[in-house]
């Protein structure tokens, strides 16, 4: 009696283990985190505190995903409040007279704007 042949990919299931599409990393965003105006500490090399920075932890431009983090709106919000001129962007030059297309938000813009939406307390 012969054996019957196996699937030509079973082999290679057994190896592998789950079948189907493997599934994507998330992609590592900084959008929640130490806020800018704290500074984190990390143990040095000699294993003593070293306090760092907050410039060194958090990034002072933010693309559009950044800053819809940053203020906890979406990126349609951010897209909408640099259209009507209440958010402005940071335009990087580039050689040859360019300037870097992507939209780039500073944070402490992102500061003043929350400050100037306050409601102040009647």
Not at 39 to 67: E, H, K, M, N, Y
């Amino acid at each position: 009696m012969t054996a019957t042949p196996d699937r030509p990919l079973a082999e290679a299931q057994r190896r592998l283990g789950k079948p189907g599409r493997p599934r994507k990393a998330a992609p590592d965003r900084h959008t929640t985190g130490t806020p800018p105006s704290q500074t984190r500490i990390d143990s040095g090399p000699a294993g003593g505190a070293v306090a760092q920075p907050a410039s060194a932890l958090f990034p002072r431009l933010l693309d559009v995903d950044g800053a819809a983090g940053y203020l906890a709106v979406s990126t349609w919000t951010i897209r909408d409040l640099h259209a009507s001129g209440r958010l402005p962007r940071v335009k990087l030059p580039l050689y040859g007279d360019r300037e870097l297309r992507r939209l780039l938000f500073d944070v402490r813009d992102l500061d003043r704007l929350v400050e100037a939406s306050k409601e102040s307390a009647s």
